[in-house]
């Protein structure tokens, strides 16, 4: 997860997996997806995170019960972010419990997602 337990002087770096949802950019740690797939009819969606213009894609990760499958509209890359840009939501945010933090990307803010919590929002745990 991005925001583990390990915060050793030479783990300084995550990397994180970028993708969108319609017109809106949302990363996740990339060690969470196992692959890229192409989505099927009964893939998560979440319109917390706003209308999917397609759908297209799904982004596969493991969970407790077996694989997960979160639809998405593209995928943007990977690329290493500093832990210390990384910023975790105080529980005043009031935000759901997938959201756990946020990325200044220059002047945009993306919101981390931990895509195994988007199972419980959806109640498939």
């Known amino acids: 997860m991005i925001y583990g337990d390990d915060h050793s002087p030479e783990l300084n770096e995550v990397d ?17 997806v196992l692959r890229i797939d192409r989505s099927h009819p009964d893939d998560i969606e979440l319109p917390e995170l706003g209308p999917l213009k397609r759908g297209g894609r799904a982004l596969v990760f493991d969970t407790p019960e077996g694989e997960g499958h979160l639809k998405v509209d593209a995928i943007r890359g990977v ?5 210390m840009d990384l910023r975790r939501l105080p529980p005043v945010a009031g935000a ?3 959201a756990v933090g ?3 990307d220059q002047e945009r803010p ?16």
């Open 110 to 125: 993306v919101m981390l997602i931990d895509l195994v919590e988007t199972l419980n929002a959806q109640g498939r745990h």
């Open 16 to 32: 994180v997996l970028f993708f969108e949802v319609g017109d809106i950019v949302y990363g996740t740690d990339a060690q969470q």
């Open 96 to 98: 759901a419990p997938y």
């Open 79 to 83: 690329r290493p972010v500093p832990i």
């Open 102 to 104: 946020v990325f200044l």
